[in-house]
Structure formats: C-alpha cells, structure tokens
C-alpha cells in the first residue's frame, strides 16, 4: 500500500553529552500528505451561523455579506450549504441543501439587515440542526460561526451545544469580530467541538478568512491521525505542542508502559501538522541510541481506508566531544522561541485573571522580549502595552488580550 501521508522526525540537536544527568532534547515531528491525496478535495456540508445583531450595522453587514457570497463562490454544486442569521431572535436564510438546489441564494444573503440583541445559543441551534439533518460521514460537516458582541444569558447553552456538535462530529470554526465578545466563550466551544476559534480584527478581514475557511476544509482529508511514541525505557515525554498549522498544546495519553497517543484529528492535505515533543533522555555510555519510535496512523475517508500508519525512527548519539553537544538544529530552536514566546503569554493572561498582576506583568515583559528577539514587532508592542496597563490600571484591554491571544498562535504559520 502507498505511503500517502509521510511522516519525518528531526531532533534540535543529535548530539548529547554523556553524563550522570538527564537531558532535554525537542523533536519536530510533521506529517504531511503527499502530491496524490494533495490533490483531492473533500465534499463539504457547511452551515453558516451569522450574527446580525444591531452592533454589525454598517460596515461590518456589508463585509460579512460580502464573505459569504465569495466564500459560496468556491463551492462545488454537490457541496451542501445552509445559512442561519441570529440577533435576539434566529431565522434559517437557507436550508441545508446542494448548491445547485439553492435558487436565488445570493439575493437572499444580501437582504440580511442588522439589528436587534444578541442571542447566540439561538442561532447555533438552528444552525446545527441544518448541518446535522444532511450529515454525511465522507463530507466535512462544520458550522462557521461569526460573532461581534457578547451573547447574553445563554452562554451555557452555546456550550451544551458544542458538546452535542463534538458528540456528532461537527466541527464549530468559531470567528469573533472586533474587540466586544467572548473570547473564552468561543475558544471553548471551538474545544468542545473539535474546531478553531480566531478573531478577526477588522470587518475588511472577514472576506479572505471565510474564503480560506472554505479552502481549508476542503483540503481537510486525512481524519483522525494520531502518532504514537513508543519509548525506549527511561525516556520521559513532557510536553507535546502542535506547531503547525497553528501553536496548541496537545498533550498526551499514555497507552502502554512506554507508550503514548496524541491525537492530531484532520490533516490538511497541502499544510498537514507538525509537533514539537519534550523528550527527557536518561543518561547512556558513548553510542548511538534509539530513543523513540513514532508510529502515524490516520483514515482517508475518500479511499474508504482506515489505519494506514507510518513510523519514524527517532536516534541520538551520545557523545563526549563538547563541540559536537553545541551543535542545534536553528530552524528547529526558531520553533521552539515561538512556542516559548507563546507559552509566556498564556500564562500571562491565566495569571491576569487570577489577579496576579506582578506574575502576569513579569511574562509579559518576558514575552515581548522574546517577540522582539524573534521580530515580530507589533506583537511585542501588545504585549508591553498590556503590561503597562497592568501596571497602571489592574487589567488588561479587551483588544490587547484578544490580539496576544490569537496571534500568538500564528507565529509558526510561515515554516
């Protein structure tokens, strides 16, 4: 059987010294689709949940129908396609039904009017219903949820929903617009269903992140992949981080002795993902070790295949010549200050809520170093702006915490 997705390790340094001490050495592991499957496209079962509320009059209205018009531009007629709008109330605009089937749907997505409150948990409903009466297991069935304001009263709601949309698999890729929403509202549902939550900064954003969304989730044709690291004894995981397409920390389930499972979920069939995995070593005599096995398995829903796996070795020499320990891998140690730089102002921003306000300044002045250091200059701005408003006011902005939020987990997009 062809090996349709590779997989290929590579460690920061190969070398490590021979000593009475454990050592520290990150591996980059990326599983990548090859030209073949690359080339395929997914059948899609979409349904967009827009918020049309009174604070989307304008600008924001004008760019959302613009999005949506584009976005259903690079869908095929077999792909189906449902919009639901919501503001204290929730009108399905178009069932769910082939594009081919829908008549005039452009003329009815240019009639929607903002105005009125916000109820989320109304339109998520409606929408979820669209989505999951044409659910088809070979399709990639989601829900495209935009926001720009906070839903009222019926935030545990929006999260039941989540989970019975994660319980039948349809993914919820949740947008909030502007500066005024819940962001740990939207990244929790984005969990619960096994989807992505973003922000979009400005209206004009809206017209190319829903087009890449529709792109994206076409190409999304590898399902359920998960590697596994079969560990020689004494080596020790710590952390596991998705890298690419964007910064998560995944973590790990031990299923043996040695053994542990991630869970990668969907490839992306040009991009895939790749990890970074802490790996604790056990000091060793002079030689070359293998230290772990990494084993990919993954589904291609379109070849009605299942389990096809892949392994990597993973091998260190340990040596006693200091020279060859000071070598690394940079682009390797490059990923590893980005997730770094990440890892600083998340824990800024859990240690702000708690109210830990020396703890919370102190990461991020940390992490603007590191930003600035990797040059991302804006972003190094944010965070030092933030820290001073710690400083001066006890809180964070609304704007300031929701870019360092998002956009930190981007810094890994361009490997």
């Known amino acids: 059987m062809p090996e349709h997705v590779s997989l290929t390790t590579r460690l920061n340094k ?33 349904g967009f949940v827009l918020d049309r509320s009174g604070s989307m009059r304008g600008e924001k209205i004008a760019r959302l129908i613009d999005a949506v018009r ?45 105005g009125g409150g916000t109820q989320m948990s109304r339109g998520l409903s409606l929408g979820l219903r669209e989505v999951y009466r044409r659910f088809d297991k070979n399709r990639v069935n989601q829900v495209i949820l935009l926001t720009d304001g906070q839903t009222y009263g019926d935030e545990e709601q929006c999260l039941r929903l989540a989970n019975e949309a994660g319980d039948h698999h ?9 500066s005024d929403w819940n962001e740990s509202l939207l ?27 529709v792109e994206r989730s076409q190409r999304a044709i590898v399902r359920n992949a998960r590697v596994t690291l079969r560990l020689v004894s004494g080596v020790v995981p710590r952390q596991v981080w998705q890298v690419t397409p964007v910064i998560a920390n995944l973590g790990y389930a031990p299923i043996g002795e040695h053994d542990v499972q991630v869970e990668l ?6 991009q895939g993902k790749s990890l970074l ?7 060793r005599q002079a030689g070359r070790f293998r230290i772990a096995q990494a084993q990919l398995g993954y589904d291609l829903p379109l070849e009605h295949t299942s389990d096809v796996s892949g392994r990597s070795d993973i091998v260190v020499d340990y040596v006693t010549d200091p020279a060859l320990v000071r070598t690394y891998d ?19 921003l859990e240690e702000a809520q708690q109210g830990n ?43 300031g915490t929701k870019k360092l939020r998002y956009q930190t987990r981007k810094l890994t997009q361009e490997l």
């Open 14 to 46: 190969g070398y490590v010294p021979v000593t009475r001490t454990p050592q520290l050495v990150y591996a980059l592991l990326t599983a990548k689709p090859g030209e073949t499957i690359a080339r395929s496209r997914m059948a899609l079962n979409f």
């Open 70 to 114: 584009l976005a259903l531009g690079k869908v095929s007629t077999d792909d189906l396609v449902s919009v639901t709008t919501f503001n204290d109330r929730a009108d399905v605009v178009a069932a769910g039904a082939r594009m081919s089937e829908h008549r005039s749907l452009a003329d009815q997505i240019a009639r929607i009017r903002a």
């Open 170 to 178: 349809i993914a919820i890729q949740a947008f909030g617009l502007g």
């Open 187 to 213: 990244d929790e549902m984005a969990r619960r269903s096994s989807g992505n939550s973003d922000l979009i900064e400005s209206p004009d954003e809206i017209v190319p992140l829903f087009s890449q969304t």
């Open 265 to 270: 979920g969907e490839l992306d069939a040009e």
């Open 277 to 283: 995995v802490e790996l604790v070593l056990p000091p």
């Open 330 to 348: 940079p682009i390797l140690m490059n990923i590893v200050e980005k997730v770094t730089a990440f890892k600083l102002q998340t824990r800024a």
């Open 357 to 399: 306000i020396i703890g919370a300044t102190q990461k991020l002045r940390a992490a603007a170093t590191r930003l600035l250091e990797l040059g991302e200059d804006d972003l190094a701005r944010a965070a030092n702006q933030e820290a001073d408003n710690l400083e001066q006011a006890g809180q964070m902005s609304s704007g």
